[in-house]
């Protein structure tokens, strides 16, 4: 955990969901955006939605509800307790995903969760013009950094989209996390520049 950089975004453990210590969690970061329990059946969306309402408390901008529910998007308000609710979206990986058709999230307001930074702009360019997708995390970015000093490029290689980073000593982690964070920046600043199919 990086003690001295304010948290933006918060998830909790999907697999796992501990209400009481997630919300504990919230009221002490107040991050500007933050998921709830995550929506897999449709009888679950009274207790999905009481953790939006609680959680809409503690945000600055807005609460995920990730929606693994086919047909269940339009039971999700747009907002609660005052705070946009974005539909977050799953993009399917082997950690998980949503069993949704990209179709389901149109005219709402999305949030992609997990996937590589080419998997999430492939499905902005698909929902691009559709739906608005305001936000997107990069735990892959920082796994791929911390785990094998490598950093991604919009372009693909004979290797994929990710490089070995070389020659930098210790600060080889957050030197290839720094560079794919400019790199995500610059692609997503890119796709936007090119506006609807």
Known sequence: MLHDVPLYFADQDWRRPDRGRYFALLARHRPALATVLDWEEPAQL????????EAAALVALAVIVVAKVPGGVPDLPRAIAGKELRVGYSIPTSHGGAPLGLWELAGRTIHLLGGSPHRQLEVYSYLRGVALVRSADGNMAKKMATGRCCYWQARRGRKGHWRALEGHDGD????ALSRTLVNVRLAWDAAAARGPD
Do not use: D, K, N, Q
């Not at 009274?46 to 309402?53: K, R």
């Not at 080889?172 to 030197?175: A, K, L």
């Open 172 to 175: 080889g982690p957050r030197e």
């Open 46 to 53: 009274a207790e999905v939605l009481s953790w939006a309402e």
